[in-house]
């Protein structure tokens, strides 16, 4: 199972982080991703750290979010910095088991996906 929280209305500039609880796995074999959503388009992936620590950003949040995990809590985060109103989605982490560093964003091979959390940024 995995529970995404941490979502929220943030001005332009401003920071969240976001959380994503997990149960059921354990992080050193299966890689975690945050995907996100808007209205009429397909869910994107924006992050992921796979099994091996490894981590990976989409293009447009590169240098601004950042992807952790702590093994011992089984909860991986999504520290996202200097944010802009086209970030705003709702926000999905989902586990997959075989990821690796060439399909870290294919989203059809993660198994399991946890409820979104909405991030609204706006003045």
């Known amino acids: 199972q995995l529970q995404a929280s941490g979502g929220g209305l943030v001005e332009p500039g401003g920071s969240l982080k976001l959380s994503c609880a997990t149960s059921?796995?354990?992080?050193?074999?299966?890689?975690v991703g945050w995907f996100r959503q808007v209205p009429d388009e397909a869910r994107k992936v924006v992050s992921s750290?796979?099994?091996?620590?490894?981590?990976y950003y989409t293009n447009s949040v590169k240098g601004r979010f950042t992807i952790s995990r702590d093994l011992a809590q089984n909860t991986v985060y999504l520290q996202m910095n200097s944010l802009k109103p086209e970030d705003t989605a709702v926000y999905y982490c989902?586990?997959?088991?075989?990821?690796?560093?060439?399909?870290?964003?294919?989203?059809?091979?993660?198994?399991?996906w946890g409820q979104g959390t909405l991030v609204t940024v706006s003045s």
């Open positions: 989902a586990a997959g088991r075989y990821i690796g560093s060439s399909s870290w964003d294919l989203g059809s091979l993660y198994d399991y």
């Open positions: 750290v796979i099994s091996n620590g490894a981590t």
């Open positions: 059921g796995f354990t992080l050193d074999s299966y890689a």
